[in-house]
């Protein structure tokens, strides 16, 4: 909302004033001392009196000009920000003249101040006095969405909508506050602003998400297809109308449009078009019922030869999933061969979103592709690594990791996972090498100093050694429940019982522990103390956590008398 400025605030006032006394002397000159810079107003002895005298005519002209003066002197000190002081002379105006424009003067004052209370009481009092006059209004409505009293501005907005009917910045702040507060009486509003800005773009995507939480599909598609009507050839426009079509299923309307779109878009367009396309039909999962329908558009594509990695890789992928696998190896060559340096980065995110969603087949494809597209880029065997260590195929696993090293040697995260794999076969010479070597490239990694403090409190080893690197992780992520197990159980191997117990517990309280190890670890912890009740609640929690086999041991050996 736009508020009155104070040099608007003085020109209102003094008008204001000036239509109260048109005609009238000016302040006698005893009230007055002109000084080469600045207009000083003396006030009279008898302004404060508490019983004035009956004023004559004559005195009532001589204080119309004396009150324009304290105006003129209190709108100078709002300009120079002295809040204070333009309020005292505003309260002895107040003994004068309780118009209006005082009040709102001096609404406008505490709102400065940041006594946002005192704001809405004077802008109250003013409209109280004068109820057309609109900039009370707006500045009343804004010190309430100030105050977090919604309803209340709400309330003013309807009634200055009353007066200002279609005013984009009331029917905007009218539809967020309903947005907020009653999303059904919001559409009303957007309904009305997208009108008012010619279907602006930004209102016409706050106004579909909208539309989305009411559950509106109809209402949606209908408004980028009015959308896209005004704005044809934008290219914000295209895209939301692309993705109205696809958020609701209508693949095969999403191919035709994006093929009538096709003469005239530049390649940027179309990489959001077929990353969108691509990542909806992934997620669906509806690709190879759909093939029938993607199989003439990708053809058509196909002729269009675009120059873009972007497109032709997921156009490739596309095809690789619905089992077009001569469109596949098409698309997957000329994405090859369009492919340099500068994709490098785009390859390993596509990579990382394909394992993210679990997309197995493609993401192994397409690592294995552009793991001997780039020979020097460690990524690839790395995110094949974690794959297979995700499976339980550590033998594949410790291959691909040291396939990364191979390539990169400063790869510190493919020798933290190397470590890992070592340790878990109890090849701890091994482990314990990698591990320094991963330290070696980032000596302060939480992760690294952490999984080897793990390692080597698991084989009552270098213990000191073990608290030092795991206070480096928990010094940096003290919250994070892994790092706090890590560090409570180190203590509990030292003998430090109480510590590690409070360290644990703490452990706990942060988030729920998936993996159950904080629960087996309490667990042992309360079994050494001879405190089988806690022990046995701790282990029951591990197990419905994960059924693992060690922990089935402690219960058992915990239930035996």
Not at 85 to 101: C, G, V
Not at 384 to 400: K, N, P, T, V
Not at 429 to 457: G, T, V
Request: charged share 25%; glycine share 4%; proline share 3%.
């Amino acid at each position: 909302m736009k508020k009155l400025g104070i040099s608007g605030i003085c020109i209102s006032l003094i008008v204001a004033t000036a239509s109260l006394i048109s005609g009238c002397a000016s302040s006698l000159p005893e009230t007055q001392i002109v000084t080469s810079t600045k207009r000083i107003v003396k006030p009279l002895p008898s302004f404060f009196r508490s019983k004035p005298l009956p004023l004559s005519r004559a005195d009532s002209t001589r204080m119309s000009g004396i009150v324009l003066d304290y105006f003129i002197q209190a709108s100078e000190q709002q300009l120079n920000k002295e809040y204070e002081e333009a309020l005292k002379t505003y309260q002895r105006i107040l003994h004068l003249d309780t118009s209006a424009m005082v009040f709102y003067a001096m609404g406008n004052c505490y709102s400065n101040m940041r006594k946002t209370d005192l704001a809405i009481e004077f802008m109250q009092k003013a409209i109280a006095l004068d109820s057309n006059l609109l900039a009370a209004r707006e500045a009343l409505a804004d010190f309430y969405v100030e105050h977090e009293q919604f309803d209340k501005a709400l309330a003013a907005f309807q009634d200055l909508e009353r007066f200002k009917p279609n005013d984009q910045i009331i029917i905007y702040s009218l539809a967020g506050l309903t947005e907020y507060l009653y999303p059904e009486q919001s559409e009303h509003y957007f309904k009305k602003l997208v009108n008012l800005t010619g279907f602006e773009s930004d209102i016409v995507k706050r106004y579909g998400m909208l539309l989305v939480r009411l559950n509106k599909g109809p209402e949606y598609i209908e408004l980028m297809k009015h959308h896209h009507a005004i704005h044809p050839d934008n290219a914000i426009a295209r895209s939301m109308l692309i993705e109205g079509y696809q958020l609701y299923g209508q693949i095969d309307q999403t191919l035709q449009t994006i093929e009538e779109f096709l003469p005239t878009s530049l390649d940027e367009e179309l990489e959001e078009y077929y990353q969108s396309l691509l990542m909806t039909l992934l997620l669906t999962n509806d690709s190879i019922q759909l093939s029938p329908s993607i199989e003439p558009h990708l053809e058509k594509l196909r002729e269009f030869k675009t120059q873009s990695w972007i497109v032709t890789i997921s156009c490739a992928l596309l095809a690789e999933h619905t089992k077009l696998n001569s469109l596949a190896d098409y698309f997957h060559n000329r994405a090859l061969s369009i492919a340099d340096s500068s994709h490098i980065q785009e390859s390993i995110g596509l990579a990382m979103e394909l394992m993210r969603i679990d997309e197995q087949t493609l993401f192994i494809s397409h690592c294995n592709r552009y793991a001997s597209k780039y020979p020097n880029q460690s990524r690839f065997p790395f995110l094949l690594g974690i794959r297979a260590m995700q499976a339980d195929s550590l033998e594949s696993a410790m291959i691909f990791m040291r396939e990364a090293i191979k390539r990169d040697r400063q790869d510190a995260d493919a020798w933290g996972e190397l470590a890992g794999i070592h340790d878990r076969y109890k090849q701890f010479r091994e482990s314990d090498s990698c591990f320094k070597e991963a330290l070696r490239i980032d000596s302060l990694s939480a992760s690294f100093n952490n999984n080897f403090a793990y390692a080597l409190s698991e084989r009552n080893t270098e213990l000191n050694e073990a608290l030092r690197m795991s206070l480096i992780a928990v010094s940096q992520y003290p919250d994070n429940p892994s790092y706090l197990d890590t560090y409570g159980w180190i203590q509990y191997k030292l003998g430090n019982t109480e510590a590690a117990l409070d360290i644990l517990q703490k452990a706990l309280t942060q988030e729920l522990d998936r993996n159950g190890v904080i629960n087996y670890h309490l667990s042992m912890i309360y079994h050494s103390q001879s405190n089988t009740e806690k022990a046995l609640e701790h282990i029951a929690k591990a197990l419905e956590i994960k059924d693992d086999p060690e922990y089935k041991v402690l219960r058992d050996k915990l239930q035996t008398p």
